[in-house]
């Protein structure tokens, strides 16, 4: 992926609160809001096999970059590092993230820094696991 400007989507709550469009940015707010829309759909469409809960509302998805030119640079992470699907959910999230119209190109780094830990699961995960 190319170094130019990226516009940052904070999608680890919830509820993401979607930048305005960097100033110089190629992309207009109204298509940058767009794309979080259907990025966060695409995430919801990604389970963790061992939890019936998908990797959005599991707080696994940790940051999302889209380049001027719709390029998607994913952070995410594992409930565990020694998963015996990590590979496999990479290549799951990488998948949804490029069925979204108008993305480019998708790059999905795994990192563990910070680990994950049931804190970062959104309400509507803790409802499904029974965790209130």
Do not use: H
């Amino acid at each position: 992926m190319d170094s130019k400007l990226r516009d940052t989507i904070d999608i680890s709550a919830p509820k993401p609160e979607v930048p305005e469009a960097v100033s110089g940015s190629a992309l207009p707010k109204e298509e940058l809001d767009r794309l979080t829309e259907d990025l966060i759909a695409a995430f919801k469409s990604v389970y963790d096999p061992e939890i019936p809960v998908d990797v959005y509302e599991l707080g696994l998805i940790y940051k999302v970059d889209v380049s001027d030119d719709r390029d998607v640079d994913v952070d995410m992470t594992l409930t565990a590092p020694g998963c015996p699907v990590a590979e496999d959910m990479v290549l799951w999230v990488e998948n949804a993230a490029r069925s979204v119209q108008g993305v480019r190109d998708v790059k999905v780094n795994l990192i563990f820094d910070p680990p994950w830990d049931p804190s970062r699961m959104s309400d509507v995960a803790r409802l499904e696991l029974n965790m209130f």
